[in-house]
């Protein structure tokens, strides 16, 4: 027996060994020197998030093109699934296997471009005279040199009321809240009038902060200032709604969309949506047909980025970075835009009269009102945040909400605790 | 020569006798084959049990061991899902982890969960396997109903529950319809109603799959036994804590150990009903859903995270050992 366990215990230690070694960080060395000025063919992969089948054919329509004008490139197209698509794109990464040209919004980019997974796009494509100011800024990091992602499609919110209900509880529904002030003030109204619709069920967030002027991060972007008097002034006024049923208990444990879920159920009067949600809303109850009041955000509206990255490492860079310009030039972000309800962030879109021209539709509402608003949109959420400091921040906001600690209290709570959260980066 | 026919220990096959094992004989090595024989089989290459035990042994070292080792490790490192500078942290995950409220909060709430379900999920399946052990007409449908929510999702079930306790869901508009509440109870937002939402739940869907446990105990408990104490003058009470329990002593130790470990790693149903948020503040949130929320992402933090399970995995361990002693106190 001797004879067997010495080589077994031998083997079971080098084998252990190994794969404590291979368990080590990385897959090899994700950068690449790979040049992006070679000749422009081969395959390479293209991976959009949650667009096929409703897009299908504008992408077979843009890959075909792209196609032709370089006879021995080839483009495959893989869609991802909306749920866990962060899981996805983790899991590439972490296997090397990034698609050429990825689907990326920049808060997604940012983790990537740090581990030098994502090219540069700046050194081969001029990005500011190319796309819009805003958008090129979104995927310029803090601490890392160029830009890494060219600009896609951008979106906004805007403010869906329900009319219906804004009669029924003794509001005029031509006169819907345009300031934070009003908000709370019809709210109280709406509550007090009909025991079972709100008018508000969204609990203050990150971004709340930053539609009032306050500094989420200090100018280094390395320590969370948020937890300020005025800060805690906009928690407390929620929570002081909350106390006086102004808003569903069920809020506490709502995430971004419950707000929409809940206007389409009819059990509030109020929510936000992209462009393209009232037809989603009348889609899924069509009873609200008609019944919706669209008008711009409250305060300074968002501004969402959609990007396509290219992956450092890609055998055929310059045919990815070739698709990258092509998928997101002026032509079709405007074709893309006009299908989708979504903003080109191409310079010269803006002259559309598509996007700024109302149609006399509810969809066509949406989008003007979102165009219009999209001018001064900005990023509320600083693209650092990840979902351990969001959740511990809406978790402690719940709990002021709620009325268990104060405003104060909370942000005081969640500063520290992102900030421990932020130094183990 | 022993009765079967094949040699006995250290005697040599009879002269001319045809070999039971030719097939054996042929793949063993000559080296081996002049080995003396210990055995009355004929012995085969060394490696042989090794080669039989090899896909077992490469998918413990694979999906078990392995995985272990790496989570040791990287407890000591602060590791990130896209690898990057990853260096030895020594204790400090450990010692973060003792300054964390959310851990204890977590920690109490996964603690909370298994004693309440610990008892209801030994104890209740027990009784209903007595029930429906009986031969008795229609008693084949009692058993399927019982079993019907072991093979449900637990996602869907959670998901179906949180509609019925939501405010304004059946169980506070029933309650309310009737006059037993003014107000609707906030099952899904207050922290230990949520802790008991989520247990009604798992008892409910665990019930018919320990029940099956006990069934199969129960069936292997003479009926002699039953009818000596019973004619001993034994009541259906005394019958059952001399007769019964003990002969089922067994299986309730292995499902007291299946809803211990079962219970400290809750997650979907308190996932689905709050939403992912764990309840106002997180109260509510488990061991488990906050391993998730540290692991999750693309700057999650693996390095607190695989501390956070080794912890849980001695937080488990505790109650295994005192199952184990309570067990062999009861042989002794």
Redesign the interface.
């Known amino acids: 027996m001797k004879?067997?366990r010495t080589p077994?215990a031998v083997g079971a230690t080098v084998?252990?060994a190994v794969?404590?070694a291979g368990?080590?960080?990385?897959?090899g060395e994700p950068g690449s020197d790979a040049d992006a000025s070679g000749a422009i063919d081969g395959s390479i992969t293209f991976q959009t998030w949650s667009l096929t089948p409703t897009y299908q054919q504008y992408f077979d329509d843009a890959i075909a093109a792209f196609e032709k004008e370089h006879p021995g490139a080839k483009v495959t197209l893989v869609d991802q699934p909306g749920d866990g698509y962060?899981?996805k794109?983790?899991s590439q990464?972490?296997t090397d296997s990034l698609p050429d040209v990825v689907n990326l919004p920049p808060d997604?980019a940012?983790?990537?471009a740090?581990?030098d997974?994502l090219y540069d796009a700046s050194t081969t494509t001029d990005m500011e005279a190319t796309y819009v100011k805003g958008a090129v800024d979104a995927f310029r990091f803090a601490g890392l040199d160029g830009v890494y992602g060219y600009p896609w499609y951008l979106g906004t919110d805007v403010n869906y009321w329900n009319a219906e209900q804004f009669e029924k509880c003794g509001l005029d529904p031509e006169k819907y809240p345009t300031t934070t002030d009003e908000l709370f003030d019809q709210a109280a109204v709406m509550a007090s009038n009909c025991d079972?619709t709100y008018l508000i069920s969204r609990m203050p967030g990150i971004g709340d902060f930053t539609l009032e002027g306050i500094d989420v991060l200090n100018e280094d972007g390395t320590e969370f200032v948020f937890n300020t008097p005025e800060a805690a002034a906009i928690i407390d006024r929620y929570a002081e709604a909350y106390a006086n049923k102004e808003m569903?208990?069920?809020v506490?444990?709502?995430?971004y969309l419950?707000n929409a879920q809940l206007f389409t159920e009819g059990?509030v009067a109020w929510t936000t949506g992209g462009a393209s949600s009232i037809n989603d809303f009348e889609k899924n109850n069509p009873s609200l047909k008609g019944n919706v009041k669209i008008g711009p955000a409250l305060n300074i509206s968002p501004l969402y980025v959609q990007g396509v990255s290219v992956a450092a490492h890609s055998k055929e860079l310059s045919t990815a970075v070739a698709f990258a310009e092509f998928i997101t030039n002026a032509d079709n972000q405007n074709e893309f835009g006009h299908i989708a309800n979504v903003f080109p962030s191409s310079l010269g879109s803006a002259d559309d009269p598509y996007f700024s021209e109302p149609d006399g539709t509810p969809s066509g509402d949406a989008r003007t009102t979102a165009f219009g608003s999209l001018q001064t949109a900005e990023v509320l959420q600083p693209y650092v945040v990840?979902?351990?400091m969001s959740?511990?921040l809406?978790?402690?906001i719940?709990?002021a909400?709620?009325g268990?600690i104060t405003g104060q209290e909370a942000l005081d709570k969640a500063a520290s605790k992102m900030n421990d959260?932020l130094a183990?980066? | 020569m022993s009765v079967t026919g094949f040699p006995a220990a250290g005697q040599k096959p009879a002269a001319g006798r045809r070999d039971p094992h030719p097939e054996t004989v042929a793949v063993v090595a000559p080296h081996l084959a002049r080995r003396p024989r210990t055995g009355g089989v004929s012995t085969t290459r060394w490696f042989t049990p090794w080669l039989l035990l090899a896909p077992a042994l490469i998918w413990l070292l694979v999906f078990s061991i392995w995985p272990s080792l790496n989570t040791i490790r990287m407890s000591f490192t602060n590791a990130k899902p896209l690898g990057g500078a990853e260096r030895f942290v020594g204790l400090r995950n450990f010692i973060d982890i003792l300054g964390d409220d959310q851990v204890v909060g977590a920690l109490l709430n996964s603690v909370v969960f298994m004693v309440v379900c610990l008892p209801l999920l030994t104890i209740l399946p027990l009784f209903i396997a007595l029930l429906v052990e009986k031969k008795l007409p229609g008693i084949a449908f009692f058993r399927t109903a019982f079993y019907t929510p072991v093979i449900a999702s637990a996602v869907v079930v959670a998901l179906i529950w949180t509609f019925m306790l939501d405010d304004r869901g059946l169980v506070n508009g029933l309650a309310e319809a009737l006059g037993i509440l003014k107000e609707p109870l906030p099952f899904l937002t207050d922290r230990w109603l949520i802790i008991i939402s989520a247990v009604s739940l798992v008892v409910w869907k665990g019930l018919g799959y320990y029940m099956i446990i006990y069934l199969a105990a129960l069936g292997n408990v003479g009926r002699d036994l039953h009818e000596a104490a019973a004619m001993d003058g034994a009541g259906a009470f005394r019958r059952f804590l001399v007769v019964t329990l003990p002969a089922v002593r067994g299986a309730m130790l292995l499902i007291a150990i299946l809803v211990c470990i079962a219970a400290l790693r809750v997650f979907s149903e308190v996932y689905v009903m709050t939403g992912g948020t764990g309840g106002a503040g997180g109260e509510a949130m488990t061991m488990v859903m906050l391993i998730q929320q540290y692991s999750r992402g693309f700057t999650g933090d693996l390095g607190y995270a695989s501390a956070l399970s080794i912890l849980m995995f001695f937080v488990t361990l505790v109650p295994m050992l005192i199952l184990a002693r309570i067990n062999s106190r009861s042989d002794a």
């Open positions: 004879t067997i077994l084998a252990a794969l404590l368990c080590s960080s990385g897959s962060s899981d794109i983790l990464a972490s997604f940012l983790p990537l740090a581990q997974f079972d569903p208990p069920s506490l444990n709502a995430d419950g059990k990840n979902d351990a959740t511990y809406n978790q402690q719940a709990l909400v709620r268990d959260l183990r980066q």
